[in-house]
């Protein structure tokens, strides 16, 4: 799991640096490869099955496709390199959702070792 992280900061911190850059001719294709990294993170996350957590999990598993699905969406828009800002904009809400979701995985998996472990009775 350690290295999943670090591939999905090593993600983010690229994304919110090409984000507060300037817009250069190769932007547009640094921010799609960018966000593809980012999507090979969210892909490879890490998931929980733990019987009495199942809704959370699936809500889960729901909210990180749906995430992937927005990334793949907005790379043909990166790419055309129109609006700027608007999609400064967008992919910064993306990473705000992102991370919520990741917080939530996390939070999963702390609940299902916790459970495991037997809690902090």
Known sequence: MAQQTSQFEHA????????SGPVTAEWGWQLRSHLRSLRVAMVTEPSVSEG??????????????ALIARIAQLSPIVLAGD???DVRETVEKLLHDVERHRQRVHDLIYDAV???????E
Do not use: D, K, P
């Open 12 to 19: 983010v911190s690229q994304i919110r640096q090409a984000l």
């Open 52 to 65: 009495w957590l199942a809704a959370r999990c699936a809500q889960a598993q729901r909210e990180r496709h």
């Open 83 to 85: 609006a700027v800002e």
């Open 114 to 120: 916790s459970l495991e472990l037997g809690g902090s």
